[in-house]
Every structure is written in C-alpha cells, then in structure tokens.
C-alpha cells in the first residue's frame, strides 16, 4: 500500500496531504443536511475519513493524487455509505466553489492570499496595478509588499528591511489597512498617499479661483476637498471694486461643482467636496437648500457650521442674529426655533445638511493660538482641518482581534505602534499636488489611525451593539488605541523631532513633545474595509443578508457568516433555519422572527433596528477617545419622524459630537447595500456621494 504524504493542488503545487481537511469537509457536509446526529457527526465523519484515506492509498500506487480526485473519492464514500443528501450537498458545495474560481479567473488575479471573489474584484478594480492594455500585471501579496516598501524608504538604511518586513505583515494579514491612496500611490508617478485636504475660499476673486484651480489639482491626484464659505459675503452685497452686487456663496459652490464634474471625466474616479456654511451667515436658508433639486451641487456633501451660541440659543427659545462677515454688520434677527426646523427638515428628506460643531472641533484644536481656529472638515466630515491641512488615514481591523471570545488588547497595542509609525512614515513619502500643503503637512504631520470591523468584532464578543456594554467596550477600544497612539508619538518625537508647528501650541504650554499634531481619527473605510472583508468603520452591518453585485449584474447573496454560525449552533430544526436565511434574505433583519432566541436577536442587530439615541451614544463614545473627529451616519428607518431627526441632532450636541450626518433609508437616490430582495431589482450605492466611501 502506497504512502499518502503529498497532494496536488489545482495551480500543479504539491503541498503536503492532510487528511484532517478531509474529516473537516465531511463534517461540514454532515452539518449542513443534518443527515447525521449531532453528537454523532465526529465519529462518523473519522470513520469515513479512513475508509476514503485506505482506497486512495490502495489507488494511487505511486503517483500523487490531485484534490479532484480525493474530492471525487468524498463523494463516492458518502454514496456509498448511503448519506445522498450529504453527498449532493458536498456536489453543490465543490460546483459553488468551482464558479468561483472561474470568476478569479475571468478577473485575471492571481490570488495568492486565498482571498474572496469579493476583495479580488476591490483589488482589481481599485489597487492593483495595470498594465498599458488593462491587465493586471501583480498579485494582492505583491501589492502590499510595494506599500510596504514605499513607506518604509523613510527609514534609516539600516532599519528599512525590518519595518518593511513589519508594515508588510499587518497589511497581509488585514489587521491594519491604509486609506486606498496608499495603494494607488505607493510607488507610483503620482505618488500621494493623503486622502483629506481642507483648502481656503478668502472673499476675492482671485483668490475663490485660486481655490478651483487648487480643487482641480488635489481631486485630480485622488484627494477630497473640504471648503469654509462662509467668509464669502452674502448674495447682494455691494461690492466697491466694480460696483455691482455680490452673487453669494451658493453661487461659487456651483463653480466649484462644475469644477470638480469635469476632473471626474478626465480623472479615473470620482471627486467629492464638503461645503461649510456657518449658522450666523446671511445666506444661511439658500445654502441648507442649495441641494432640494436633483443634480444640483451634486459633487457636495454639506454640513452648517453651527456653534454653541446658538445651540444655546435655540433650548433657550431666544432669537439669533445673521451677520455679514465683510462688515461684521447685524443684518437679520431669525428665530432660532424656525431655522433648526428648516435645517431638519431638510436632512429628513434629503439627508443634508449635515452638522459640525464647530465649538465642539476647537476645544480639541491644539493650534488655535497660532493657526486659529478650525472651520471646514474634509469630505466624510472625520477629518476638521486647517486650510492647506491635510490627512492620511489608516484603519485597524478590529474583527482580526477577538482571541478566545476576548479582546486581544496585546496584539492590538502593537498593531496600533506599528500604524502610527507607518502612517508617520507616509507624511515624508507622500507627494501633494500643490507647496502651500506640501508645507503644512509637514509643519503638522497630521495623522489618523481608526478602525473598522466593529460590529463584527461586536458579533464574535456577542454584545450587542445597542447596549450600555457595547458603548463602554467601544469607549475602552479607542482609549487604548489613543493612549498607545500617542505614547509611540512621543516615542518618535524623540526618535526623529516634534511636529514643526508644536511651538505655541498646548503641547509645548504641557510640556508634552509629540511627532504629529492628532494621531486618531474615525473614517468610514468603505473601501478598505471590503478588501478586508470586514464591517464598515464603527457601523452596524447594513443587513444580516445582503447582494454584493461585483461580479455580475446578478449579484451574489451573502448571509453574515457570524449570524450563520450563531444560528447554526441554536437548537432549531433544519426547516427552521432555512425559514430563519429567508426571512433575513427578505428583511435584513432578525428581530420579527418569533422562534429565534432573545439572545441571538439581541447580539444580531442590522442598522435599522437600532434605535437613532444608539448610534448617536455609540459615535459619541468613540469620539471622547479620538483626537480628530468620527465619520458616522445615524441610520433612520423610512418612517421615522422630523421630530425624530430632530431629537438626534440635539442629542448630538449635548454628548460632544464634533458633527452629525443623519439618512433616512429611501430619501435618496442612490444606497450603498440593500436587503436582498430589493437589491436584486436594481444596484444602488448608499452615501450622499458615491466618492465618499470609496475614497477611503
């Protein structure tokens, strides 16, 4: 009888035969048709294990056997031990898995991460690198491997292998992964690596089209772009220079608008802005309702300027003044009451404006002696920053940290250490498109290192997400992240110098040297977090089954694996967890199924079954640990009320969010995941702009 030791794989490697893979196929099979007893299926499967090891060796004499023959060998064994209905589910399982190696092939990847049909179509579509005739000339490890070696240039000599090797690791292994600039940028001509730019609008001509040109070049190289236009004078104003009257804000947005729509036609993605306003201008109505028409300023996110002033203002019921910001003149007394209803209103229906505290952002500003304060975020809203400033971003995966159903606190400090020191490493590597940034970010050396997979990290801990526990684990996270952060910038500020700008700011008043001005910040990592095959950001998943359509138009339905195993381990019957797969198939949701358990309900919530005072608690928790700010939508079900958005806008406010972005499911065109059923009829993309999330 011949020895069994080596297998062939379909790719023609020889790797070593394991005949536990075997058992564990088996036992797959066996669970899934429930054809075998529970607490028999692990004998039974060893058993035919043997019988399947004894033929092949019996078979093979001495040549190797490939993994289609042991396969079909698995088939044979199960029919003939008399289990057909777990015999034809393994068929169906191998024909599923033989489609998707079809797809990886007809994606000209090769995989050798062993990755998902899914995160290849991301990578190829978004990171890898092509050649002059599209096709795909390197692998997902070579990818990485190119980041790597890009940031860890800035170096020593002497220490470049060793952080290669250590940035190479994190990102391979997706517990830490960059903005997507990274991966477009590394390497390559264009060279930039930051995502987040604010940019100034000063009231002169020449200076609002200075900020188009340098809109134009910072889109054009991949950033987003954030504006202030509120020292814009308002729409009417006598303008002495030429004696005619001022076109207002709202105007100039247009002209920045139609900017941006032409970098889209000649760029490979799409451009975004956000548009600030402050509550105390004049134009204050026509800019909340610059976006009530279809297509108008549709390459903007916008968000009011608010202040504490009037927050307080409005619990007061007292009326609130709009001033010119030429003149510094009182124009209009309003009531505060009418315009927050106006503003809410609005979010309601269309999902903008969006909020930023601007008191809220300036409290944590450690330069506002010296730069002053902060008025405009970028794009997604997690990023307030200077004008010129500028950010580059980094997500740890938080669902590659749960050990034992724990936390592992020990792995994420030292994954957090090595972030820091990469994203660190990427403000000297990065290039950026004009000098007045290319200055300021090394003046700054402003980071953000933030986190996705929470939710399922959230799942695999069974916490759920709109709990008091669940608050309180995301306030710990991220104050161990930011304390470990901070610490390994004080570690290279001794290594390698304090940010530029640290004379007069409150670090040198404290005594405290740091390499970076802010080192956390909470980004949506749309992207990035499909490369990682992981949940969005500190987002609840959108549904428990949802259709991703990145292969066809088809799409493929997907049910949350961590569901599955939770609903897999329960003591339903068979029917009843099919009954369960198409209930979630059709809703998204879980919670109306009376014969689930409380527990499995409670830990499995989808977006819309969470309540807006949870998510508002959840971002509010992770902001009072983040340095920078947090990027969250507050999800609304489609009946939810004004009054509702209202509520969540105050609460917002009084838990110290640097800003809210509210939507409400159907009030736009246009949602990123839907429920399966309704997914299958057309592909839509949920964000206010489809470049949001995929810029990050």
């Not at 000649?266 to 451009?271: F, Q, S, V």
């Not at 590659?400 to 994420?412: C, Q």
């Not at 030292?414 to 660190?424: G, M, V």
């Given at each position: 009888?011949?020895?069994?030791?080596k297998?062939?794989?379909r790719?023609?490697?020889?790797?070593?035969?394991n005949?536990r893979?075997i058992?564990?196929?088996?036992?797959?099979a066996?669970?899934a048709t429930?054809?075998?007893?529970?607490?028999k299926?692990?004998?039974?499967?060893?058993r035919?294990?043997?019988?399947?090891?004894?033929?092949?060796?019996?078979?093979?004499?001495?040549?190797?056997?490939?993994?289609?023959?042991?396969q079909?060998?698995v088939?044979?064994?199960?029919?003939?031990?008399?289990?057909?209905?777990?015999?034809?589910?393994?068929i169906?399982?191998?024909e599923?898995?033989?489609?998707?190696?079809?797809?990886?092939r007809?994606?000209?990847?090769?995989?050798d991460?062993?990755?998902?049909v899914?995160q290849?179509?991301?990578l190829?579509n978004?990171?890898?690198?092509h050649?002059?005739?599209g096709?795909v000339?390197?692998?997902p490890?070579?990818?990485?491997?190119?980041?790597?070696?890009?940031v860890?240039?800035?170096?020593?000599k002497?220490?470049r292998?060793?952080?290669?090797?250590?940035?190479?690791?994190?990102m391979?292994?997706m517990?830490?992964?960059?903005a997507?600039?990274?991966f477009?940028?590394?390497?390559?001509?264009?060279?930039?690596l930051?995502?987040?730019?604010?940019?100034?609008?000063?009231?002169?001509?020449?200076?609002?089209?200075?900020?188009v040109k340098?809109?134009?070049?910072?889109?054009?190289a991949?950033?987003g772009t954030?504006?202030?236009?509120?020292?814009?004078?308002?729409?009417?104003?006598?303008?002495?220079?030429?004696?005619?009257?001022a076109?207002?804000?709202v105007?100039?947005?247009?002209?920045?608008?139609?900017a941006?729509?032409?970098?889209?036609q000649?760029?490979?993605?799409?451009?975004a802005n956000?548009?600030v306003?402050?509550?105390?201008?004049?134009?204050?109505l026509?800019?909340?309702?610059?976006?009530?028409?279809?297509?108008?300023?549709?390459?903007?996110?916008i968000s009011?300027?608010?202040?504490?002033k009037?927050?307080?203002?409005l619990?007061?019921?007292?009326?609130?003044?709009l001033?010119?910001?030429?003149?510094?003149?009182?124009?209009?007394q309003?009531?505060t009451?009418?315009?927050?209803?106006?503003?809410?209103?609005?979010?309601?229906?269309?999902?903008?404006?969006?909020?930023?505290?601007?008191?809220a952002i300036?409290?944590?500003?450690?330069?506002i002696?010296?730069?002053?304060?902060?008025?405009a975020?970028?794009?997604?809203?997690?990023?307030?920053?200077?004008?010129?400033?500028?950010?580059?971003?980094?997500?740890?995966?938080?669902a590659?940290?749960?050990?034992?159903?724990?936390?592992?606190?020990?792995?994420?400090e030292?994954?957090?250490?090595?972030?820091?020191?990469?994203?660190?490493n990427?403000?000297?590597a990065?290039?950026?498109p004009?000098r007045?940034i290319?200055?300021?970010a090394k003046?700054n050396?402003?980071?953000?290192?933030?986190?996705?997979?929470?939710?399922?990290?959230?799942?695999?801990?069974?916490?759920g997400y709109?709990?008091?526990?669940?608050?309180?684990?995301g306030?710990?996270i991220?104050?161990?992240?930011?304390?470990?952060?901070v610490?390994?910038?004080?570690?290279?500020?001794?290594?390698k110098?304090?940010?530029?700008?640290?004379?007069?700011?409150?670090?040198?008043?404290?005594?405290?040297?740091?390499?970076?001005?802010?080192?956390?910040?909470?980004?949506p990592t749309g992207t990035?977090?499909?490369?990682?095959?992981?949940?969005?950001g500190?987002?609840?998943?959108?549904?428990?089954?949802?259709v991703?359509?990145?292969?066809?138009?088809?799409?493929?339905s997907?049910?949350?694996?961590?569901?599955?195993?939770?609903?897999?381990?329960?003591n339903?019957?068979?029917e009843?967890?099919?009954?369960v797969?198409?209930?979630?198939?059709r809703?998204?949701?879980c919670q109306?199924?009376?014969?689930?358990?409380?527990?499995?309900?409670?830990i499995?919530?989808?977006?819309?079954?969470?309540?807006?005072?949870?998510?508002?608690k959840?971002?509010?928790?992770?902001?009072?640990?983040?340095?920078n700010?947090?990027?969250?939508?507050?999800?609304?079900?489609q009946?939810?009320t004004i009054?509702d958005?209202?509520?969540a806008?105050?609460l917002a406010?009084?838990?110290?969010?640097?800003?809210?972005?509210?939507?409400?499911?159907?009030s736009k065109?246009?949602q990123?995941l839907?429920k399966t059923?309704?997914?299958?009829?057309?592909s839509?993309i949920?964000?206010k702009?489809?470049?949001?999330?995929?810029?990050?």
């Open positions: 009888m011949a020895e069994l030791t297998i062939k794989k790719d023609g490697r020889v790797v070593g035969f005949e893979k058992r564990a196929a088996i036992l797959a066996f669970k429930g054809e075998v007893e529970e607490g299926r692990g004998k039974e499967a060893e035919l294990t043997k019988i399947m090891v004894n033929i092949l060796r019996k078979n093979i004499k001495s040549e190797v056997p490939t993994v289609e023959q042991v079909d060998m088939e044979q064994v199960l029919m003939a031990a008399g289990y057909y209905e777990t015999a034809k589910a393994y169906l399982y191998r599923r898995h033989k489609k998707k190696r079809e797809a990886k007809i994606l000209g990847v090769e995989d991460l062993g990755l998902s899914n290849l179509k991301v190829e978004r990171y890898l690198r050649d002059e005739y096709r000339v390197e692998t490890k070579q990818m990485f491997r190119r980041v790597a070696r890009f860890a240039k800035e170096e020593k002497s220490k292998k060793f952080w290669r090797d250590k940035f190479y690791e994190v391979v292994k517990e830490f992964v960059p997507g600039c990274y477009r940028g590394s390497g390559t001509k264009s060279g930039m930051a995502n987040c730019f604010v940019l100034p609008v000063e009231d002169d001509m020449g200076a609002i089209f200075d900020a340098w809109l134009a070049l910072v889109q054009n991949g950033g954030g504006f202030d236009f509120s020292q814009l004078r308002p729409k009417g104003d006598f303008v002495k220079g030429s004696g005619g009257f076109s207002g804000p105007s100039f947005m247009k002209v920045f608008d139609a941006t729509a032409q970098v889209m000649g760029g490979y993605r799409m451009g956000m548009g306003l402050r509550i105390d201008h004049p134009d204050i026509e800019f909340i309702t610059s976006k009530t028409e279809e297509g108008e300023i549709s390459n903007f996110n009011v300027g608010v202040t504490d009037f927050m307080r203002a619990k007061e019921g007292k009326r609130f003044e001033k010119n910001p030429r003149s510094g003149e009182v124009v209009q309003i009531e009451r009418w315009l927050f209803s106006q503003i809410v209103t609005l979010a309601w229906r269309t999902g903008d404006p969006g909020m930023i505290f601007l008191d300036n409290r944590d500003n450690p330069v002696k010296t730069l002053g304060p902060i008025r975020t970028n794009v997604c809203g997690e990023q307030p920053l200077h004008p010129f400033d500028v950010c580059n971003l980094g997500s740890i995966n938080l590659r940290l749960v050990k034992d159903k724990r936390v592992d606190y020990k792995r994420l030292q994954i957090t250490r090595t972030a820091i020191r990469f994203l660190d990427g403000v000297d990065s290039k950026y004009i007045q290319t200055k300021m003046a050396r402003r980071i953000g290192l933030g986190v996705m997979g929470w939710a399922d990290m959230l799942y695999q801990l069974g916490v709109n709990t008091e526990e669940g608050v309180r684990l306030k710990r991220m104050k161990r992240i930011n304390e470990t952060a610490e390994e910038s004080e570690r290279l500020a001794r290594e110098g304090i940010f530029k700008n640290w004379k007069g700011s409150s670090f040198e008043k404290k005594g405290i040297k740091r390499r970076n001005l802010a080192v956390t910040t909470i980004a990035i977090s499909m490369v990682a095959d992981c949940s969005s500190i987002e609840p998943v959108f549904g428990l089954s949802f991703k359509n990145v292969v066809d138009e088809g799409g493929l997907y049910v949350n694996p961590y569901f599955k195993e939770a609903v897999e381990a329960s339903l019957s068979e009843q967890k099919n009954q797969y198409e209930r979630v198939a809703t998204g949701s109306d199924i009376g014969y689930l358990s409380s527990s499995i309900k409670k499995f919530v989808s977006a819309h079954d969470i309540k807006p005072e949870w998510h508002i959840m971002q509010a928790g992770w902001q009072k640990q983040t340095e700010a947090v990027s969250k939508t507050i999800n609304f079900p009946k939810a009054l958005v209202e509520r806008y105050m406010w009084e838990l110290g969010c640097k800003g809210i972005t509210i939507y409400r499911s159907g065109e246009g990123i839907e059923e309704k997914a299958k009829k057309k839509v949920q964000t702009l489809r470049a949001m999330q995929k810029s990050k």
